[in-house]
T-cell receptor, first 113, second 112 residues
Framework: KAGVTQTPRYLIKTRGQQVTLSCSPI?????VSWYQQTPGQGLQFLFE???????NKGNFPGRFSGRQFSNSRSEMNVSTLELGDSALYLC????????????FGPGTRLTVL | GENVEQHPSTLSVQEGDSAVIKCTYS??????FPWYKQELGKGPQLIID?????GEKKDQRIAVTLNKTAKHFSLHITETQPEDSAVYFC???????????FGTGTKLQVIP
């Protein structure tokens, strides 16, 4: 089975811009979660989608949003970028039917200048 | 919400020695505890996990123990090798949703 894929792998943006990141889960997985990883804050949960519905949300401002499509692919969007949004954004997929193993993608490295 | 504490933050061991990383959690409803290994430039990779109805699980050189009463769980790596060098994260998950709370990570260095 192919693993979780994320595109793009690297992004450079400037403050005030917006960005869209994409995640394709493992085939058959219906849950996609997004995390932000920074040296200072570690791995922080952004949100989780299951069957196109957001099931859970972390403590991030409304500038961070996401969606999931009928094929389980997911996108996250960050609007009005700030310097502090520079991070590795990780996507993880799982079957999503209960406490379940999550498989991570390689991440998208976002740099905001 | 759930809070997961992880210790130590850094750990150096000689090749062949054992390494132990400990985590505590706060939510007694947490029932699934995965451990991840993250190498430079890569996403976290699951190495072992344990559910709350099990006290210990082993997979070759890696083992995890869980003490539900004390709310702590530990990762044990025996016969460490240089390729074990990485950052290790513990995590806790409760309920039917996939909101995982991660520990702050342990940077393990295995010295040849």
């Amino acid at each position: 089975k192919a693993g979780v894929t994320q595109t793009p792998r690297y992004l450079i943006k400037t403050r005030g811009q917006q960005v869209t990141l994409s995640c394709s889960p493992i085939s058959g997985h219906r849950s996609v979660s997004w995390y932000q990883q920074t040296p200072g804050q570690g791995l922080q949960f952004l949100f989780e989608y299951f069957s196109e519905t957001q099931r859970n949300k972390g403590n991030f401002p409304g500038r961070f949003s996401g969606r999931q499509f009928s094929n389980s692919r997911s996108e996250m969007n960050v609007s009005t970028l700030e310097l502090g949004d520079s991070a590795l954004y990780l996507c993880a997929s799982s079957a999503g039917l209960g406490p379940d193993t999550q498989y991570f993608g390689p991440g998208t490295r976002l740099t905001v200048l | 919400g759930e809070n997961v504490e992880q210790h130590p933050s850094t750990l150096s061991v000689q090749e062949g020695d054992s390494a132990v990383i400990k985590c505590t959690y706060s939510d007694s409803a947490s029932n699934y505890f995965p451990w991840y290994k993250q190498e430079l430039g890569k996403g976290p990779q699951l190495i072992i996990d344990i559910r709350s109805n099990v006290g210990e699980k082993k997979d070759q050189r890696i083992a995890v123990t869980l003490n539900k009463t004390a709310k702590h769980f530990s990762l044990h790596i025996t016969e460490t090798q240089p390729e074990d060098s990485a950052v290790y994260f513990c995590a806790a998950l409760s309920g039917g949703y996939q909101k995982v709370t991660f520990g702050t990570g342990t940077k393990l260095q295995v010295i040849p």
